[in-house]
Protein backbone atom coordinates (compact mmCIF):
# COMPACT_ATOMS: atom_id res chain seq x y z
CA UNK A 1 0.00 0.00 0.00
CA UNK A 2 1.38 3.53 -1.03
CA UNK A 3 0.68 7.11 0.87
CA UNK A 4 0.67 9.98 -1.48
CA UNK A 5 1.06 13.21 0.90
CA UNK A 6 0.08 16.29 -1.49
CA UNK A 7 -1.34 19.69 -1.37
CA UNK A 8 -2.52 20.12 -4.79
CA UNK A 9 -3.22 18.34 -7.86
CA UNK A 10 -3.09 20.16 -11.15
CA UNK A 11 -4.02 18.60 -14.28
CA UNK A 12 -2.78 18.99 -18.25
CA UNK A 13 -5.79 20.54 -19.25
CA UNK A 14 -9.27 22.34 -17.86
CA UNK A 15 -11.01 19.09 -17.30
CA UNK A 16 -9.50 17.34 -14.81
CA UNK A 17 -10.34 13.46 -14.07
CA UNK A 18 -8.95 12.06 -11.18
CA UNK A 19 -9.86 8.33 -10.38
CA UNK A 20 -10.70 6.80 -7.19
CA UNK A 21 -10.94 3.15 -7.11
CA UNK A 22 -13.27 3.16 -10.27
CA UNK A 23 -15.07 6.18 -10.16
CA UNK A 24 -13.99 8.83 -11.89
CA UNK A 25 -14.31 12.63 -10.43
CA UNK A 26 -14.17 15.26 -12.87
CA UNK A 27 -13.23 18.83 -12.24
CA UNK A 28 -14.85 21.27 -15.79
CA UNK A 29 -13.81 24.11 -14.33
CA UNK A 30 -13.48 26.26 -11.11
CA UNK A 31 -16.03 25.48 -8.47
CA UNK A 32 -17.50 22.10 -10.33
CA UNK A 33 -17.01 18.84 -10.10
CA UNK A 34 -19.07 15.84 -11.40
CA UNK A 35 -18.84 12.14 -9.91
CA UNK A 36 -20.13 9.13 -12.35
CA UNK A 37 -23.45 7.72 -10.50
CA UNK A 38 -25.26 5.12 -11.33
CA UNK A 39 -24.66 3.56 -14.67
CA UNK A 40 -22.92 6.60 -17.06
CA UNK A 41 -24.93 9.33 -15.39
CA UNK A 42 -23.16 12.52 -14.26
CA UNK A 43 -24.13 14.21 -10.72
CA UNK A 44 -22.75 17.65 -9.59
CA UNK A 45 -21.43 17.55 -6.55
CA UNK A 46 -22.18 21.00 -5.74
CA UNK A 47 -25.14 20.45 -7.00
CA UNK A 48 -26.34 17.45 -6.05
CA UNK A 49 -26.09 17.79 -2.19
CA UNK A 50 -28.42 18.71 0.19
CA UNK A 51 -27.55 22.27 1.60
CA UNK A 52 -29.94 21.86 4.97
CA UNK A 53 -31.80 19.58 7.14
CA UNK A 54 -33.04 19.18 10.08
CA UNK A 55 -35.23 17.02 12.48
CA UNK A 56 -37.24 18.53 15.00
CA UNK A 57 -40.02 18.24 17.15
CA UNK A 58 -42.02 21.75 17.00
CA UNK A 59 -38.61 24.50 18.10
CA UNK A 60 -36.62 21.48 19.96
CA UNK A 61 -33.81 20.65 17.58
CA UNK A 62 -32.99 16.86 17.74
CA UNK A 63 -30.09 16.59 14.73
CA UNK A 64 -29.17 19.27 11.69
CA UNK A 65 -26.98 20.26 9.76
CA UNK A 66 -26.47 23.65 8.10
CA UNK A 67 -29.61 25.10 10.57
CA UNK A 68 -29.57 27.43 13.62
CA UNK A 69 -32.44 27.40 15.27
CA UNK A 70 -36.51 26.42 14.57
CA UNK A 71 -38.74 28.69 15.59
CA UNK A 72 -42.37 27.48 16.77
CA UNK A 73 -44.62 30.24 15.32
CA UNK A 74 -47.77 28.87 16.35
CA UNK A 75 -49.35 25.56 15.18
CA UNK A 76 -48.04 23.98 12.62
CA UNK A 77 -46.19 27.36 12.00
CA UNK A 78 -42.18 27.18 11.84
CA UNK A 79 -39.27 28.76 10.52
CA UNK A 80 -35.78 27.37 10.01
CA UNK A 81 -33.08 29.83 10.26
CA UNK A 82 -29.96 28.40 8.15
CA UNK A 83 -26.69 28.84 9.51
CA UNK A 84 -25.36 29.73 6.08
CA UNK A 85 -27.91 31.68 3.99
CA UNK A 86 -28.71 29.94 0.53
CA UNK A 87 -27.46 32.00 -2.85
CA UNK A 88 -31.22 33.34 -3.79
CA UNK A 89 -34.57 32.58 -3.23
CA UNK A 90 -34.92 29.65 -5.82
CA UNK A 91 -34.13 26.81 -3.45
CA UNK A 92 -36.06 23.74 -2.83
CA UNK A 93 -37.60 22.20 0.69
CA UNK A 94 -39.54 18.91 1.35
CA UNK A 95 -40.21 16.90 4.05
CA UNK A 96 -42.57 14.90 6.76
CA UNK A 97 -43.41 14.55 10.13
CA UNK A 98 -45.95 12.45 12.04
CA UNK A 99 -48.52 13.48 14.93
CA UNK A 100 -49.62 11.01 17.63
CA UNK A 101 -51.46 8.26 16.95
CA UNK A 102 -48.98 7.82 13.15
CA UNK A 103 -51.00 10.38 10.84
CA UNK A 104 -48.56 12.06 8.72
CA UNK A 105 -48.38 15.62 8.01
CA UNK A 106 -46.84 17.55 5.11
CA UNK A 107 -46.09 21.10 4.60
CA UNK A 108 -47.05 23.53 2.01
CA UNK A 109 -44.84 25.62 -0.34
CA UNK A 110 -43.04 28.99 1.37
CA UNK A 111 -43.42 32.31 0.05
CA UNK A 112 -40.47 32.99 -2.11
CA UNK A 113 -41.05 36.49 -2.25
CA UNK A 114 -40.03 37.46 0.74
CA UNK A 115 -36.73 38.41 0.31
CA UNK A 116 -35.25 36.88 3.90
CA UNK A 117 -35.98 33.52 2.73
CA UNK A 118 -32.42 33.21 1.77
CA UNK A 119 -31.76 33.31 5.70
CA UNK A 120 -34.80 31.07 6.44
CA UNK A 121 -37.62 28.27 5.56
CA UNK A 122 -40.94 29.28 7.08
CA UNK A 123 -43.52 26.04 6.49
CA UNK A 124 -46.93 25.16 7.79
CA UNK A 125 -47.34 21.54 8.30
CA UNK A 126 -51.04 20.20 8.04
CA UNK A 127 -52.66 16.81 8.26
CA UNK A 128 -54.99 15.30 5.91
CA UNK A 129 -58.02 17.75 6.49
CA UNK A 130 -55.66 20.88 5.44
CA UNK A 131 -55.65 21.81 8.80
CA UNK A 132 -52.36 22.85 10.76
CA UNK A 133 -51.08 20.13 12.62
CA UNK A 134 -47.92 19.88 15.24
CA UNK A 135 -45.89 17.42 14.15
CA UNK A 136 -43.05 15.34 16.41
CA UNK A 137 -40.87 15.11 14.71
CA UNK A 138 -40.89 16.71 11.58
CA UNK A 139 -37.88 16.12 9.34
CA UNK A 140 -36.84 18.56 6.13
CA UNK A 141 -34.60 18.74 3.72
CA UNK A 142 -33.20 21.89 1.46
CA UNK A 143 -31.47 21.72 -1.62
CA UNK A 144 -30.67 24.59 -3.53
CA UNK A 145 -27.27 26.80 -4.24
CA UNK A 146 -25.14 28.90 -1.20
CA UNK A 147 -24.22 32.12 -0.82
Known amino acids: MSTVILDTITGKSTATTITIGSTPVISASANSMTIRGEGSAQTSIQQGLLKAWCNYDQASVNDSFNVGSVTDNGTGDYAIVFTNNMANIN ?57
Open 91 to 147: FSGGGLGVHDAGSYTAFQTYDHDDPAQTIRLTINMQNVDQNKQDAEPTCTLIAGDLA
